[in-house]
């Protein structure tokens, strides 16, 4: 991709929810963004604040900071009015928003602390229903608009160690099409992003999330796909040139989730049974 971009996001604004650091899917998509001329306000919890560093996102792409709990009715339909006094409507939402608490805490899925389980849901999945409700409420959001989230496989698979955070991302995946339906009555659409494990913050917080990697890596035909390339697809998505697409979940994964095995993992694996003489 050229650095100066094709111009599909001029004259667009929006939301990006999610960005922390430059490790973050949000921070590369924003970047991505701002390459094909949209402008956007960056939101994420008032903890990032000492977290992260969206600062420098902030002034790099010359972007407003709204900070907002999006767990919080009352913080996000502030967040909402702020954006209609910047920009008057919005054209698109990205939600990058997600957090397994049992999974950092090393709590087993058969044994799950149920406070901790329903903060996961709430952040990693309701929070894209509160911001849409929002978005709506306070009329932020215009006709012909798209909205983004970002999701895992995990969702329709099991992966072990994934654990709580599969069930998140089924939840997500269903809003995005509970949405889909109501929304399309505006032309609005809303997709998920089935994303490659990639190596972020909330990433490196699954146990296990190295071999996750790896394991992906040798099936996938093209390989992991990265922060960018997957930047690259959710611009795709905001832009007038996917205007019929909406209630899909669609795979941004190197071919993964189309694969069974691959020749690399069948060698892998007769290497390390063969045994040894």
């Not at 949209?38 to 994420?44: Q, T, W």
């Not at 189309?258 to 063969?274: H, Q």
Request: proline letters at 2%.
């Amino acid at each position: 991709m050229g650095k100066s971009g094709y111009g599909l996001l001029e004259g667009k604004s929006g939301v990006i929810f999610g960005a922390l650091n430059e490790s973050s899917i949000a921070w590369a998509i924003a970047e991505a963004v701002h390459r094909e001329g949209g402008r956007f306000a960056l939101s994420n919890a008032p903890v990032a604040r000492r977290l992260g560093t969206l600062d420098a996102l902030a002034e790099r792409t010359g972007s407003p900071i709204l900070w907002a709990d999006a767990t919080d009715d009352e913080d996000l339909a502030k967040l909402f009015e702020e954006v209609k006094q910047t920009y008057g409507s919005i054209d698109f939402i990205v939600h990058s928003i997600g957090m397994g608490l049992n999974v950092r805490k090393n709590k087993p899925y058969e044994a799950l602390n149920y406070n901790w389980y329903h903060k996961t849901l709430d952040i990693s999945a309701i929070s894209l229903h509160r911001i849409v409700r929002h978005a709506l409420e306070t009329g932020a959001l215009a006709d012909g608009a798209s909205i983004v989230a970002l999701s895992y496989i995990g969702a329709q698979r099991i992966f072990s160690k994934y654990s709580e955070m599969g069930d998140a991302k089924a939840l997500l995946e269903s809003i995005v099409r509970a949405f889909g339906y109501r929304l399309g009555k505006r032309g609005i659409r809303i997709n998920a992003v089935s994303q490659s494990p990639t190596r972020t913050t909330a990433g490196s917080g699954i146990d296990g999330f190295d071999a996750m990697y790896e394991f992906a890596q040798r099936l996938s035909p093209l390989g992991n796909a990265d922060a960018e390339s997957c930047a690259d697809y959710v611009v795709s998505l905001l832009s007038d040139l996917t205007r019929m697409v909406t209630m899909q979940t669609l795979f941004h994964d190197g071919g993964f989730s189309a694969m069974g095995i691959s020749d690399e993992l069948v060698e892998d694996l007769s290497a390390a049974l063969t045994p040894k003489e």
